[in-house]
């Protein structure tokens, strides 16, 4: 087996690949929306619930490549509970880790999350599949500044 | 077939790319010849000796150079009027690519030819190229595309074509041989039904120009375009047939130099076809390597061999292929050219091209400009793996191997870890 596709193919991407968390669709979301990459095909839809500047839950389900599916998997175990400025965080970390060389740090974020954001480090080598990972991340930034509903607000 | 294999791996040596290794280490094996087919020797060195030897404007110098290149270009259209059988070397525009060709036509005719609520008969398999252009049209004058699905198997469908031609059919515009599925069109029979119906058609050959012999005369076809990129020619050179009188019926597609006989502030008057359809300085260096591509094609490949030998490597794919657990074929009618577009269960398109790139293989993956043709098929994408006379049987072994190693890589189980 070549050494490049383990690399990139990191066993955590292909496990989350064949066995995806929070995959299908969340009853009563506050947001939803769908990301496409015309590029490859690659089109997800996310569900989610704010409450309290929380997303309280997210699935998401749709047909991708595995990285774009191992990244929407994670992300939506690093998201889910997650308060909104935090998820603000990984979205820049994420975004940084793809774009630029040699990210070894990344603010502010619990180590666990870190390490597992850092899987998707070697998809920078394969500069065609950096947007199938970073797609389920745009998709929710964009479908969080869209709600569908406005978010309840307990005050 | 042993004697078919072994002048392949001759008339390998004549395409120099071939011979280098992948950026893995691994040998090449360039399967993506439908995107773009590379280019033997004499191509390459026809464009270095233009250049070299040859290289200037044509239609407008009294000198050496300028006579010698509008010399060899026009000698370039002569030999591709004669390659496709047209009547007179008039007929030949050449243009950017098939799609500028198509374009160009799609253009002329809304501009003399098309009214309000007519419509354009096309298969379901057809390139963003031949239906695109019909958009840009239909913007400024309301035009249908009438999409006329294949059979099961991918196959061109004569009763469902008949059943789409009516009263409001303006025109037949259709591939001679998809780009995905690689099945053909019978186009003599297409443009007898046309003709029947009164209405032009146009081919797009960009495929079936490579796997086998035109004759534009024979289809009994108006319009067709094809890329030289993919006949074994360099990029930025395609070729638009148009059958007469259309060239004089089409209006000019841009202004400028060259396509004119005089000008002056308010009116000018156009020069009459070709030239009438190539403005400015066309790519000169590009229809001449073109002509040589043709050349190369005819007297040291040969259609009986490239056509015998195709055949044969389409069947062995084919075997090769179903091999693969979970795989899915389309586009299994014959005839066919040697394209095969599949998908494996479970694996997106996506992550077996970059598999298949890590072991030296090169397919396309993706849609492959004809989203409409993937809605139709039910797939977000498919694996193509187009190949050409240079191919070899042991080529499409290592594909159908990596397949397998894929299959196995990307069914992750806990004991991978």
């Given amino acids: ?155 | 077939m042993d004697s078919f294999v072994i002048d392949a791996r001759r008339l390998r040596a004549d395409f120099p790319i071939l011979s280098q290794k992948h950026l893995t280490g691994n040998r090449l094996i360039y399967l993506d010849n439908a995107a773009t087919a590379q280019k033997p020797s004499r191509v390459i060195q026809s464009l270095l000796n233009f250049f070299h030897l040859k290289n200037a404007n044509i239609h407008r110098g009294v000198h050496w150079l300028s006579q010698e290149a509008t010399r060899l270009y026009e000698g370039a259209r002569a030999e591709v009027a004669r390659f496709i059988g047209a009547a007179s070397e008039r007929e030949v525009i050449f243009v950017r690519g098939a799609t500028e060709g198509i374009n160009l036509i799609a253009q002329g005719l809304r501009r003399v030819y098309f009214q309000p609520g007519d419509e354009i008969v096309v298969t379901v398999a057809e390139h963003h190229a031949n239906i695109v252009p019909w958009h840009l049209v239909a913007q400024e004058l309301p035009l249908s595309l009438k999409p006329v699905p294949l059979t099961c198997e991918g196959g061109f469908d004569q009763e469902a074509f008949k059943q789409a031609l009516s009263s409001r059919t303006r025109l037949v515009a259709v591939t001679a041989m998809s780009n995905v599925l690689g099945i053909e069109v019978p186009v003599k029979e297409v443009a007898d039904l046309a003709r029947r119906a009164g209405v032009p058609i146009l081919v797009d050959a960009c495929q079936a120009v490579v796997h086998h012999p035109l004759n534009v005369q024979e289809w009994g076809v108006d319009f067709v375009v094809f890329s030289g990129h993919k006949l074994y020619g360099p990029t930025g050179i395609g070729v638009v047939y148009l059958r007469h009188p259309w060239g004089e019926k089409l209006p000019p597609y841009q202004g400028g130099g060259d396509m004119i006989r005089w000008v002056k502030w308010n009116e000018s008057a156009y020069a009459p076809v070709p030239s009438k359809f190539e403005a400015g300085t066309p790519p000169i260096a590009e229809a001449i390597a073109l002509a040589e591509a043709i050349r190369y094609i005819e007297e040291e490949v040969g259609w009986d061999f490239i056509q015998a030998y195709e055949k044969y490597l389409t069947d062995y794919a084919q075997e090769s292929l179903q091999s693969v657990p979970g795989i899915t074929l389309y586009g299994t009618a014959r005839p066919k050219g040697a394209i095969w577009s599949f998908s494996i269960e479970g694996i997106h398109p996506h992550d077996i091209g970059t598999f298949l790139d890590q072991m030296g293989i090169a397919v396309r993956v993706g849609h492959h400009c004809a989203q409409p043709l993937m809605e139709w098929l039910g797939v977000p994408a498919t694996i193509r793996a187009s190949l050409a006379f240079y191919n070899l049987p042991e080529e499409i072994d290592a594909l159908a191997a990596s397949l397998k190693e894929a299959v196995r890589f990307f069914s992750f189980t806990a004991s991978q870890s």
């Fill in chain 1, 1 to 155: 087996m070549n050494a490049e596709l383990q690399r990139l193919y990191q066993d955590l991407i292909l496990e989350h690949n064949r066995y995806p968390r929070n995959y299908g669709r969340i009853e009563n979301p506050t947001h939803e929306g769908e990301g496409h990459n015309p590029l490859c095909g690659d089109r997800i839809f996310i569900t989610l619930r704010v409450q309290e500047s929380r997303i309280q839950d997210i699935k998401f389900e749709g047909e991708s490549c595995a990285i774009c599916k191992a990244s929407s998997s994670i992300m939506t175990t690093l998201v889910k509970g997650a308060p909104l400025e935090e998820v603000d965080k990984l979205f820049l970390a994420f975004h940084e880790l793809l774009t630029q060389e040699a990210v070894c740090h990344i603010h502010g974020l619990p180590a666990a999350s870190q390490e597992k954001l850092r899987i998707f480090a070697t998809v920078r080598h394969f500069p065609i599949r950096v947007k199938c990972a970073t797609l389920p991340w745009h998709t929710l930034k964009a479908v969080l500044n869209d709600p569908i509903r406005k978010v309840v607000s307990t005050e």
